[in-house]
């Protein structure tokens, strides 16, 4: 087929502002939704099924595919197709994220900047029918995906504040009621925030008796909530990911992810200004473990069962000889005991951060339980990263041998 064929038969993207191309927190390509890159933008897009996601060389390949005769005309003529050129750079064991940017509606912004200005006067109810259309407004677009409480931009993650702005409409918009599930079992909450409405048509399934979505959350093509999975409102999870825990309000979880049993994300809606926790793709959260505080684990990062990260959590880096905290990357002090034994302490900020987030974990990291020294000089537990990984595939076996090393 032609590259004009096969265009045809892909999901219009009359609705994507751009995709950017991000590798290492830099932005390195950028396709807008402009003439003469729409083609670029319909493949990417589709590719990565209109939702952040990780192009590595197998998925490279099926782009590759796509575009076809100019596959090509692209190795003939370098710099001619910078689209197509990205795509065959891709080597095994690589990747670069895409980030797709939606368009945001017409003027909802500005409403829900005018209803929150009001919220805070106590005047809200002066225009109560338009405040409640546009919250409903905001809460269809985080379950359709379109719209988020925090995206990455410019290569970094930031939050959303007017979407949690829109949100948090909702509360003072709704009245507590009672919701009759069977057996005479009663739920209360606010009537604006019901347990999501499903079709059975979105791609997920939500497993019975104890899994729900709540209003205004979003899961992707192929993810499972497993009992007692909870998505709370505004949480983003990727396609294939399987959740059989709490995903707290607002937090941002990638693709082919797995939250094992007993694993909590926790969640921020207030403050606005608050990034929620943010996990890549591939991510596994072991039974029992936990993230909260904006605490953010990249792709591949892996948490053995038990290891808890909030923000005021340092995570250990032996390999590397640093430490990770919510004030940035910090020098390592390794102390040497009788027989052999280490222990370690956190050191000196090398890289430093925004400290209103917890800490960054870098891509690959597999973290387990291990033990540093406070600063009363007690021994306290402590995560502490045992090897890198480069791709799921080496998890199992890596994991095992850190637990038992």
Known sequence: MKFSEILAGLKPVD????????????????????????????VYANLVGFDNGNIDYSLAQKALEMFAELVEDARKNPGSHP????????????YVKAVVHYKIPGDLKERVEKYTALKKDGKLNSDREGALKTFNEVMDLLESGSLRTAQIVDGKWQANQWVKNGIMLGFPLGDIIVYKGSSDICFTDKETFPVRKLTGKEGFRVVPPASGLRR??????GCVLMP?????????????????????????????????????IGGVLDPVEATPVILGDHVLLGEGSGVTQGARLGDLVTLAPG????????????????????????KLVTHELSGGLKTY??????????????????????????????????????????????SASERAYALEEALRG
């Open 83 to 94: 689209n197509i050129d990205l795509l065959l750079n891709i080597n095994k064991d690589e």
């Open 345 to 390: 302490s956190v050191g000196e900020v090398i890289t430093p951060k925004d400290s209103s987030y917890g800490p960054e974990i870098p891509a690959g990291a597999l973290v387990i339980p291990s033990m540093s020294v406070s600063s009363g000089g007690t021994l306290k537990v402590t995560p502490l990263i045992a090897k890198y990984i480069k």
């Open 216 to 221: 205004g959350a979003f899961a992707g093509n």
């Open 307 to 330: 290891v808890h990260i909030s923000k005021a959590t340092p995570i250990l880096d032996p390999i590397n000889n640093v430490a990770y905290t919510s004030k940035g990357v910090c």
């Open 15 to 42: 609705n994507v502002e751009k995709i950017d191309i991000v590798v290492d927190g830099k932005v390195i390509n950028t396709i807008p939704n402009a003439e003469g890159k729409m083609g670029s933008l319909k």
């Open 228 to 264: 007692p999975a909870y998505g709370n409102v505004g949480v983003h999870i990727g396609a294939g990911t399987m959740v059989e825990n709490l995903a707290g309000s607002c937090a941002q979880i990638g693709r082919d992810s797995h939250i094992s049993a007993g694993a909590i």
